[in-house]
Each structure stands twice: as C-alpha cells, then as structure tokens.
C-alpha cells in the first residue's frame, strides 16, 4: 500500500514538472526602467544610476530598458515622463532645460537620487552580455525639427555605449518622424503598438525591427503572426508571477517586467 502511494507522488511530480517546463519557456527577461516603473518593492527610483547598476549586477538578468531625453545642450539625460515635477524637485521639460539647469535635480524620494546624463552610467564595469533598450522621449512641446533629428543622430553617435562589445543597443523610437531618420542611420528601431493590427499599420509606414506591446493586448497566436512577420516581440506590464507565465506562454522575444527578481525566480 505504502509503495502505491510513493507511487502516485512520483507520477504526479512528473506531470507538475512537465506542466511547469511546457510554461516556464526561455524567454530573455529585461527589466523595466532598470528597477520597474510601476514596482512597490523597487528600492531604488526607476532610471536612476544607482537602480541600473544594481540591475546590471545581476548577471542572469538578460537586459534593460531604460529611457533618455535629450536638453537643450543635447545630453541624454535618464528620464521619463514628460514633466520634471511628476518625480523631482524641478519643472518643466528636460528638452527646455540645459545642462546646468538639470545638474541640481533629485528624484523627490527618500534617497533623493540625482537625475544623471546616461553617460554617467558606469556600464563598462559589468562584463555580462545585456541587450539595452533606449526609449528615446520625443515629448510635443520639443517640436520636430529636421535640424533637431540631425542632432539626435550626432549626439547618438557619440555615445561609447554603441561600442562595446557586450551590450547589444536598441532603440525605442515612437514618433514616426524621428524613427525614419535615426533608422537609416543604421540603428535597430523598435516601437510601442496596442494590437495586432496597429502593428500591421506601422509596417506599412516603417520596416520596424520589433515592437512593445502590453501582455493583456495581445495573444499567443497574435504574437506568433507578428514574428512571421520577421519582427521581435516585447511583452510589457507582466508584474506577477502568474502574469509572468502566462505571457511565457505567448512566446515572446522578449519579456519586460516591472520586478525582475520575481522574474528570475521564475526563469
């Protein structure tokens, strides 16, 4: 009797473990705004240098994304939303500010971390092979410009980032206009879309390299016809481990979380 019951324990382990790897696919995990934007447990600000060296310690994480703005002196500052008094103890945006202005800001947290140019970022001190996103902010009140797309494309060029031989950098770029230029100066472009079909949309006006797109709008099999479509496939806004396995199962290329460490685990 009792070799029954060790018996069934054992069958039903195996089809537990069977279920949990036809779940558990190897999907690369990047980490959202390094630390995660929307993420109670973050112990540092989203986008700050502190959060993305601590992200980058981490060698079994595959990547992060973070997100840069360019100031009136044309430095890429790390930043997110549009208005610096959302999170910090400034105003206004950082594309009307210079150098000098944005130099004294701090996230208005309890450490006070300090906005930094993405160069301060001290990426070469971590060896492990990360792919990078940059989602470049192109916020409507820096108005579009031929001559301010040039300057993006040089002030891009000038990164050292580009260069070294363990980050794989890709761009997020939203605004049609810019993606145009920056792409056919030979960078990777990437794109937010809502469904399915605004994708096919976007194809239509730009050979996008991959698309974001957030777990509850899209399918498995919508996923599986946008990679037909020879594009990469990032699904965002996953912060639960049940959330994380169910958009496992939609195969992404990629998959973006606000809490990494939860992700890993589940890796």
């Known amino acids: ?47 700050s240098k502190e959060g993305i060296e601590y992200a980058l310690s981490f060698t079994e994480l595959d990547g992060i994304e973070v997100d840069i703005q360019r100031s009136k002196d044309g430095t890429f500052w790390l930043y997110h939303d549009d208005r610096l008094e959302n999170n910090t103890n ?40 990360k792919t990078l996103f940059l989602d470049l902010k192109t916020y409507s009140s820096c108005n579009y410009d031929s001559l ?3 300057d993006i494309i040089l002030s891009l060029g000038e990164l050292a980032l580009f260069e070294l031989p363990h980050y794989d950098v890709k761009l997020i770029v939203n605004d049609i206009r810019f993606a145009y230029a920056i792409g056919l100066a030979g960078y990777t472009i ?21 698309f974001f797109i957030r777990n509850r709008n899209i399918t498995e099999k919508e996923t599986k016809e946008l990679l037909d479509f020879a594009v990469k496939v990032v699904i965002f806004d996953v912060r639960t481990p049940l959330s994380i396995r169910r958009a496992k199962q939609k195969r992404p290329t990629y998959l973006m979380v606000e809490e990494f460490k939860t992700a890993l685990i589940e890796k």
């Open 190 to 210: 990437y794109c937010d879309i809502n469904s399915l079909a605004n994708g096919k949309e976007r194809l239509e006006l730009y050979p996008y390299d991959g």
């Open 148 to 150: 301010i797309v040039d």
């Open 90 to 129: 400034g105003t206004g945006q950082i594309c009307e500010k210079y150098d000098s202005e944005i130099e004294g800001l701090n996230y208005s947290t309890l450490r006070r971390e300090k906005l930094v140019r993405l160069t301060e970022v001290d990426f070469e001190s971590f060896s492990a092979k």
């Open 1 to 47: 009797m009792f070799g029954k019951y060790i018996w069934c324990i054992l069958v039903i382990l195996f089809i537990t473990s069977c279920n949990k790897d036809s779940i558990n696919h190897d999907v690369p995990i990047i980490a959202h705004a390094a630390t995660g934007l929307y993420n109670p447990q973050q112990y540092f600000h989203d986008n």
